[in-house]
């Protein structure tokens, strides 16, 4: 999704009476910053970084052998 849209939802979010669509987004935003913390704790990425910019950080893991 791009920015617009997120930027289209939030608007409706506030407009609406339960508060459920919000605090959803709230939840992701939230999420996301844990996620971030985690990272920098772990040495990736600093402060001002975005999340995706820090996660990009981390290398890729290898492929893991099945044993069934």
């Not at 997120?6 to 987004?25: F, N, P, Q, S």
């Not at 939230?30 to 040495?43: F, H, M, P, T």
């Amino acid at each position: 999704m791009n920015s617009r849209h997120y930027r289209d939802m939030i608007i409706r979010a506030v407009g609406e009476t339960d508060g459920k669509t919000l605090g959803l987004i709230v939840e992701h935003v939230v999420d996301a910053e844990r996620a971030k913390e985690i990272l920098r704790a772990n040495g990736y990425g600093v402060a001002g970084l975005s999340a995706s910019a820090t996660a990009a950080l981390v290398p890729q893991a290898l492929p893991t052998e099945r044993n069934p």
